[in-house]
């Protein structure tokens, strides 16, 4: 599966971003998909991730309360909706899809198998 995420940018904190993530290739309503990001120097960490039916999603604590991960099948596109940023959430935002089609419960980082290019968040205080 292709990968292309938009969105990213600069804003103030408080403020909000929306991410896109538009996918292509494999069937896209069979994948569980997911977002994860680095900040550079360190190693890339779990956001949320969200199952092939939207059925159940799943945040980092970090995160948790302040982005919302949606999906559209029919557009092929996953968002991740951020509210409330901070500057601790600077970093390049990678899209990422499960390895395996059809899974059910929670989605981690370990079972990410795509990832498309990133974009950057960057939260100013």
């Known amino acids: 599966v292709q990968l292309q995420a938009s969105g990213g940018g600069s804003v103030q904190a408080g403020g909000s971003l929306r991410l896109s993530c538009l996918a292509s290739?494999?069937?896209?309503?069979?994948?569980?998909m997911g977002w994860v990001r680095q900040i550079p120097g360190k190693e890339r960490e779990f956001v949320a991730s969200i199952t092939y039916n939207g059925a159940t999603t799943y945040y980092s604590d970090s995160v948790k309360g302040r982005f919302t991960i949606s999906r559209d099948n029919a557009k092929s596109t996953v968002i991740l909706q951020m509210n409330s940023l901070k500057p601790d959430d600077t970093a390049v935002y990678y899209c990422?899809?499960?390895?395996?089609?059809?899974?059910?419960?929670?989605?981690?980082?370990?079972?990410?198998?795509?990832w498309g290019q990133g974009t950057l968040v960057t939260v100013s205080s």
């Open positions: 990422a899809a499960d390895r395996n089609a059809w899974r059910g419960g929670r989605i981690t980082q370990a079972d990410f198998g795509s």
């Open positions: 290739g494999r069937t896209f309503s069979a994948l569980g």
